[in-house]
């Protein structure tokens, strides 16, 4: 009894040195060690929430998880949705802070401008994934879904305000991602024509290309 009792305060410890140390030092780690010390942190404060956590040592653990999250936000880079989107699945802890924030008791304890960017990122992210069903998804959100499609998948799995079969979902993935492939050869081909026009046209195609083009392009118009 005695030998278990001494393991618990080791492990009460440990876990009370590793999540200082994700607090105060959380930038010097690179970003695998990140996502595993905040999966890591997460699951030592809902266990002790569980068990015997004092109310001030919560509210102290509570308060830790939204100041990391607030300050890796680089709010000059993340000026648009694709900007959103594409912090959301290039910072690795990103999945594990939105299961965290889907303890609504969890969210509305936090501050009014964490509430904002997590409200924020959550509309981005719904807004991508009805896009993909709806083919509106625009061609650099998709080209950028699929480099890093495993993160994507992880995040949308915490998304409680999408519902969504995932077994569906993956299949309309691998549909956008047809129509993308078939998009890039087709712009290689006009690209290549263009490239024989000028050979011969000359000074009439350089007269075409100051027309304006499109920067974003929806699937649902290729």
């Not at 900007?83 to 939105?98: D, G, K």
């Not at 490239?195 to 046209?201: A, G, I, N, S």
Request: net charge negative; glycine share 2%; with cysteine.
């Amino acid at each position: 009894m005695e030998r278990k009792s001494s393991l618990t305060v080791s492990t009460h410890l440990q876990e009370e040195q590793l999540i200082d140390a994700y607090f105060h030092d959380f930038e010097v780690f690179d970003d695998t060690l990140k996502n595993i010390l905040t999966k890591y942190t997460y699951q030592a404060i809902q266990k002790r929430k569980s068990v015997e956590l004092r109310v001030e040592d919560y509210e102290k653990y509570r308060e830790i998880l939204p100041s990391v999250f607030e300050r890796n936000l680089d709010i000059e880079n993340l000026k648009d949705g694709h900007q959103c989107l594409m912090y959301s699945l290039t910072w690795p802890p990103f999945a594990t802070f939105l299961e965290m924030f889907n303890d609504q008791q969890f969210f509305v304890s936090l501050n009014e401008n964490c509430q904002k960017w997590i409200r924020k990122f959550i509309d981005v992210l719904k807004a991508v994934c009805d896009g993909i069903c709806d083919g509106t998804v625009s061609v650099n959100d998709l080209r950028f879904i699929l480099k890093n499609l495993e993160n994507f998948r992880s995040v949308v799995r915490q998304l409680n305000e999408v519902t969504i079969n995932m077994d569906n979902f993956e299949s309309i993935i691998q549909t956008r991602r047809k129509e993308i492939e078939k998009y890039e050869e087709v712009a290689d081909h006009v690209e290549k024509l263009n490239r024989v026009c000028e050979r011969y046209l000359g000074a009439k195609m350089k007269e075409m290309e100051k027309r304006p083009q499109k920067c974003f392009l929806h699937v649902g118009e290729l």
